[in-house]
Structures are given as structure tokens and as C-alpha cells.
T-cell receptor, first 116, second 114 residues
Framework: GAVVSQHPSRVICKSGTSVKIECRSL??????MFWYRQFPKQSLMLMAT?????????EQGVEKDKFLINHASLTLSTLTVTSAHPEDSSFYIC????????????FGEGSRLTVL | AQSVTQLDSHVSVSEGTPVLLRCNYS??????LFWYVQHPNKGLQLLLK??????LVKGINGFEAEFKKSETSFHLTKPSAHMSDAAEYFC????????????FGAGTRLAVHP
């Protein structure tokens, strides 16, 4: 149990276009999901906390108009990179907290975005 | 504030020899600590977690870690490395606000040689 799925796993887009990444909890309801960004050979950086039915909470320095997060249901959160530029190329990972599983997060497989 | 320091960015071992990945933490209260593993271009998988129960924590794939409050350490060990253990390992501490935010170490890349 506690599977988190991300889609797409890889996406290549042209500069100026928008890209949507989906994060789904397959076998549990996730009231809270987290979005991370990982640069090559570096650690994970928390971008934002996604709360079902309310606005996301962004970390300092993360542009909320650039990285739109929507958590419309208990099993789906989406991250939209708007007007993408090459510097937005990165590995994006989502995670979700399972109710009752203290302190543990389950991670998606990640989505590699390449902006040409 | 909470923080975590992984003392080695790269560790290289031979197959069949012990593995030691070092982690020190800083926390103003009793922390929850985790080790996650990440294989190339993959998400993260939980290896083990410490949440104020037994100080010696056993995880998956033969890994274990010992919480030492006096040394503020949570080192990850495995008696005998396998080729499939080659990956990136992250030591993680729970941040402020309960369990909502996890603070990641910089990661340790483990290489296993035949």
C-alpha cells in the first residue's frame, strides 16, 4: 500500500510553453502533498506544500506564479510550470503523507523536465 | 531549527564489505529521523525511520541505523554490501511544524565495486 504515482516521468518542451505534472495517491487519501525540486547531484529542495481544497503554501524564494499547484481532490495534486525556460529544467518529485503513518512520506517516481 | 549533515558526499566499498554512511543532526527537540534511498532517475524509498522508540532501528534490505543522542548521530550501516545497494542515500530530519516538513541532507552517493 501507500503508492504515489507521478506522470509524466519525462517531458521535453519548448521554451515559453507550460507543462503540467500530476501526482496521484493510488491507494490512500492524501490531504497534504509536497513538491520538491532536485538539481543534478544535489539534494531535494521543498518547493511547496499542497493542501486539498486550499491554496498551496510556497517556500521562500519559490515563484508561485511560475509554479502553479492545484490540489483539487484527495488523490491528485498537479504542478504546472508556466512559461517554462531552460533554467526550469530539473527533476520534480512529489510526496504524500499517509494518515496514521507518523512522520513518513511516500514519494513518487519523479518527473524530469527538459526545457529546450 | 533542525538541520542534518551527511559527512561524506561519496562512499566506495567492495561487494561483501560493510557499509557506513554517516549522518549528524541538529534539533531543538526530540527529532524523527529517516534514511531514504534514491536510485538514478527514481523517486525516494524509505529505508528506515526513528521516532523515539528503540534506538537501534532495522530497515529494509539489511540496513540498520542507531540513534545516538549524546553524539547527535544517526549513522546508516549494513554488514555486507551488494551491487544493488549502489545509489544515493539521504539522511532526513523532521522539521518544525510537526511532520509536515522534512529537511534533507546533501546526500551520500554509495558506489559498490565487484
Amino acid at each position: 500500500g501507500a503508492v504515489v504515482s507521478q506522470h509524466p516521468s519525462r517531458v521535453i518542451c519548448k521554451s515559453g510553453t507550460s507543462v503540467k505534472i500530476e501526482c496521484r495517491s493510488l491507494d490512500f487519501q492524501a490531504t497534504t502533498m509536497f513538491w520538491y525540486r532536485q538539481f543534478p547531484k544535489q539534494s531535494l529542495m521543498l518547493m511547496a506544500t499542497s493542501n486539498e481544497g486550499s491554496k498551496a503554501t510556497y517556500e521562500q524564494g519559490v515563484e508561485k506564479d511560475k509554479f502553479l499547484i492545484n490540489h483539487a481532490s484527495l488523490t491528485l495534486s498537479t504542478l504546472t510550470v508556466t512559461s517554462a525556460h531552460p533554467e526550469d529544467s530539473s527533476f520534480y518529485i512529489c510526496s504524500a503523507r499517509v494518515p496514521g503513518r507518523t512522520g513518513e512520506l511516500f514519494f513518487g517516481e519523479g518527473s524530469r523536465l527538459t526545457v529546450l | 531549527a533542525q538541520s542534518v549533515t551527511q559527512l561524506d558526499s561519496h562512499v566506495s566499498v567492495s561487494e561483501g564489505t560493510p557499509v557506513l554512511l554517516r549522518c549528524n543532526y541538529s534539533s531543538s527537540y526530540s527529532p524523527s529521523l529517516f534514511w531514504y534511498v534514491q536510485h538514478p532517475n527514481k523517486g525516494l524509498q524509505l529505508l528506515l525511520k526513528y521516532t523515539s522508540a528503540a534506538t537501534l532501528v532495522k530497515g529494509i534490505n539489511g540496513f540498520e541505523a542507531e540513534f545516538k543522542k549524546s553524539e547527535t548521530s544517526f549513522h546508516l550501516t549494513k554488514p555486507s554490501a551488494h551491487m544493488s545497494d549502489a545509489a544515493e542515500y539521504f539522511c532526513v530530519v523532521s522539521g518544525t511544524g510537526g511532520y509536515n516538513k522534512l529537511i534533507f541532507g546533501a546526500g551520500t552517493r554509495l558506489a559498490v565495486h565487484p
